[in-house]
Structure formats: structure tokens, C-alpha cells
């Protein structure tokens, strides 16, 4: 496995739950649910379906009192650390608190009278609860809109600003930052211009980016660059789709800049007319069979000898083209197998999933001597 050579902007770490947002941290993944909050079963099958892919946190919103009361029995079915959107209602915030929220997505200067912002910062110290100051550029308070004339990243900031001197002014520290624009460039420069200014953790999302496939393009395009420059603490990808979706696209995303590593990574050729099988319909299938491996692995799969034998010793493990009649497997480098020009896919599944295995044990082997020596 390749390491990362981005350095990460040092951050003070929170705590959402159990879960460490920050400092050393690895980058979390979160999305949210879709469905009606108040609908209490349907919400807790998507919750569940958000984490079996992968994610670290499930932000659900939280639009009433009713859906308050939702949200405790919800909390109560599902294990992974929840956050809480709310706007403006005090009193739906303090009930999620003592329902056992994990984190609130609440802008503090919206919450109204002083009195009340008091007793929500209060109650969050009490149980231990972070908040999550989200700044939209679609939302930006009257007169910063006046201000500005328009949408501006100095706007997204001046607003975090206010909401950030607010907990500043009560002392409370542990909460991070999200400033999101469907535009990536304001995203992009308003994370910077923050990234600078305080040292809590920031959560990156490029809003609104659209559905599964454009969605995806402009999310990684926008974070990438942040992602490059050490920027993010924690992500979603917002899409017009599925939330299992977000989580899958937010693990390929540090997937590819080697920032998390969950599953396996495909290095797979387009393939030509030089193929000598059927490298689409294998990696359609094995993309498919294997999606419940939660192991890092690298896998190869390329369709001659042009750049085959290359990839395929680069990875743990490579399947290369070259004789129609015979493919050559090479495991952690060295050639290990032949396989048949086709119906392999079976035999190929089982060996990646064998091979898995063995870098899962190796892995909590290495683990568990490192805890020795401490
Ligand atoms: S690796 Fe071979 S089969 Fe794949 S695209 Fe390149 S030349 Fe074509």
C-alpha cells in the first residue's frame, strides 16, 4: 500500500459519541437520512443501511417536536453516533440532548434570545455534545447578502464567524465547522480562509452537487483539492440519490488520495481490442460480489501483458491477460496461479476473499505486537 503524502492541517480533536473527529483521527464519512424522521422504523432501516456501508456518523433532521420524539426511540435502535439537524427551536434541541444525541448541527446565532442559546450551550456541556456550525451559501444572513451583493467565500466566513464568537463568548470549544456552496470554488476558497482562522475541526461537503454521477464529479473535484491540501476533518457527499451512495463515493474519494483505506481498490484498464478476456464483464462482476469486503486490498485487473504484469505486481493481488487460454495471477508480487481464459470468476472471488483474510490477520497480528512493546 502506498502512503499518503498529504499532511493534514492539525486540528483540535472532538468527540461525536465514541467517535474522534480531528487531530489524528482518521477522516470520517457521514451522510443523512432521507426519509421521514417521524417515521421511526423506516428512519432506522436507512440508518442501518448508512452504517453497514461504511459510515462513522448518520446525521438525521429533526424538523419538530414530533420528530423529536422520534429521534429518542431512533437513537435507542441503532448503535453508530447520530447527529441532529435542527434549526432555530431551542426546545427541540434541548429534547434531542437528553434523547442521547451525539452531536447538533445547530448555528447558534439562530437560535434567538440570549437566554436560550445559554441553555442549549449549557446542556450540550453537561452531556458532553459537540455542535456543528453549518454555513450555506444559499442561506447567509439578510444584511451579509447585502453586504456582499452576492454569495461570497469572505461571506460563508463571515457568518461562521458570528456563530463561532457566539460559543467563543460561553467558552465552548468543542464544535466544528461546515461552509458549504454548490459552487466549487467559493467552497474551496471559504475552506481556506477558515482553515486558517480557528483549529476545530472542519467538516467538507460541496452542497446540493446533483445527482449520482454529476454529483460525484463535482464532489471530488471540490474536495479533492481541499483533501490535497490537508483540508477536512470529516465529509459527506451530498447527492441527489441514495445515502449508501454518499457513503460509497466518500470512501473512494480518500480511497484514492490514500487518506482511508476500507474495501478493496480496483486498479482495472479500460480495456481495448488487445484484451484477452473479458475485463468489464470481471470487474462488473467482482465490483458486485465482493462489495461486502471491508478489508483494504488492492486488486488489478488488466486485460494483456502491455501493462498487466506491471499492475498486477503492484497489487496484492493482480490478474493480467496476455495467453486467451491461461491468465496469470500474481499474488503480493510474484506470479501464484494460472487461471482458465473463462468461467474464473468464481475461483477468482474465492482466492481475493482468501487473500482478505490472511492481510486481515497479518494486519491485527502487527497490531497486537505493536500494543506489546507499548
Ligand atoms: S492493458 Fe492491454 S487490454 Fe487493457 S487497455 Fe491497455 S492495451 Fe488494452
Do not use: W
Not at 497489487?315 to 506470479?335: M, R, V
Amino acid at each position: 500500500m502506498i502512503e499518503s503524502p498529504i499532511v493534514r492541517r492539525a486540528s483540535r480533536q472532538i468527540l461525536v459519541g465514541s467517535l474522534r473527529i480531528g487531530g489524528d483521527a482518521p477522516i470520517a464519512v457521514q451522510s443523512m437520512t432521507n426519509t421521514e424522521t417521524t417515521d421511526v422504523d423506516a428512519t432506522v432501516r436507512q440508518v442501518r443501511a448508512i452504517a453497514e456501508a461504511g459510515a462513522d456518523l448518520v446525521r438525521v433532521s429533526v424538523p419538530s417536536m414530533d420528530a423529536a420524539k422520534a429521534f429518542a426511540q431512533i437513537r435507542q435502535r441503532v448503535e453508530i453516533p447520530l447527529v441532529a439537524d435542527i434549526h432555530f427551536d431551542h426546545k427541540i434541541a434541548l429534547e434531542v440532548i437528553q434523547a442521547g444525541v451525539d452531536c447538533l448541527r445547530i448555528n447558534p446565532g439562530n437560535i434567538g434570545r440570549e437566554d436560550r442559546v445559554r441553555s442549549v450551550v449549557s446542556a450540550c456541556r453537561d452531556k458532553g455534545v459537540p455542535i456543528r456550525i453549518g454555513v450555506n451559501a444559499g442561506s447567509l444572513e439578510k444584511d451579509l447578502q447585502k453586504k456582499y451583493g452576492e454569495p461570497k467565500p469572505e461571506a460563508l466566513v463571515e457568518s461562521a464567524m458570528r456563530h463561532i464568537d457566539i460559543l467563543d463568548r460561553l467558552d465552548f470549544q468543542e464544535f466544528k465547522v461546515s461552509l458549504k456552496a454548490s459552487e466549487i470554488f467559493m467552497t474551496v476558497a471559504a475552506y481556506h480562509l477558515i482553515a486558517d482562522q480557528i483549529e476545530q475541526p472542519l467538516h467538507l461537503g460541496i452542497t446540493e452537487a446533483g445527482g449520482l454521477r454529476s454529483g460525484t464529479v463535482k464532489s471530488a473535484a471540490g474536495l479533492g483539492m481541499l483533501l490535497m491540501d490537508g483540508i477536512g476533518d470529516t465529509l459527506r457527499i451530498s447527492l441527489a440519490a441514495d445515502p449508501v451512495e454518499e457513503v460509497k463515493v466518500g470512501f473512494d474519494l480518500l480511497r484514492a488520495f490514500r487518506l482511508r483505506s476500507r474495501g478493496i481498490n480496483f486498479i482495472a484498464c479500460p480495456s481495448c481490442s488487445r484484451q484477452t478476456f473479458d475485463v468489464i464483464g470481471t470487474m462488473n462482476q467482482l465490483e458486485a460480489r465482493l462489495e461486502d469486503v471491508k478489508t483494504s486490498l488492492d486488486v488489478a485487473v488488466i486485460g494483456c501483458v502491455v501493462n498487466g504484469p506491471g499492475e498486477a505486481r503492484q497489487a496484492d493481488l493482480g490478474l493480467t491477460g496476455g495467453n486467451p487460454d491461461s491468465l496469470a495471477l500474481f499474488i503480493d508480487g510474484k506470479q501464484a496461479a494460472r487461471l482458465p481464459g473463462s468461467n474464473f470468476i468464481d475461483e477468482l472471488e474465492a482466492t481475493i476473499r482468501q487473500q482478505a483474510e490472511i492481510k486481515e490477520y497479518e494486519r491485527s497480528q502487527l497490531i497486537a505486537k505493536a500494543m506489546d512493546t507499548h
